[in-house]
Nanobody, 121 residues
Framework: VQLQASGGGLVQAGGSLRLSCAAS????????MGWFRQAPGKEREFVAV????????YYSDFVKGRFTISRDNAKNTVYLQMNSLKPEDTAVYYC???????????????WGQGTLVTVSS
């Protein structure tokens, strides 16, 4: 499966953005989808994950209550709605597809190219 992330940009602190990740192929609905991010000089970190059906989600503590992951299997797309953004959310955000409901990056098989989110103070 090929993944294409989009929706990043520059936003002021407290603002919102919605990231999208479009997948190719007819097997999107069988994949667990995750979002990760990597800030300059830091390791890639887990943000959120959603099960293949969309019925189960899990978030990292630092985005819980602010970010929402969702998916539309008919459109082969997963979303990340980001509200109440903070400067420390600045990073390149990556979507990923895997077969297990996990929060570790090595568990994922396919990765998008990333989209940059910059939050100004």
């Amino acid at each position: 499966v090929q993944l294409q992330a989009s929706g990043g940009g520059l936003v002021q602190a407290g603002g919102s953005l919605r990231l999208s990740c479009a997948a190719s192929g007819r097997t999107f609905s069988s994949y667990v989808m995750g979002w990760f991010r990597q800030a300059p000089g830091k390791e890639r970190e887990f943000v959120a994950v959603i099960s293949s059906s969309g019925g189960l989600t899990y978030y990292s503590d630092f985005v819980k209550g602010r970010f929402t992951i969702s998916r539309d299997n008919a459109k082969n797309t997963v979303y990340l709605q980001m509200n109440s953004l903070k400067p420390e959310d600045t990073a390149v955000y990556y979507c990923a597809a895997g077969s297990r409901f996990r929060s570790r990056a090595p568990e994922y098989d396919y990765w998008g190219q990333g989209t940059l989110v910059t939050v100004s103070s």
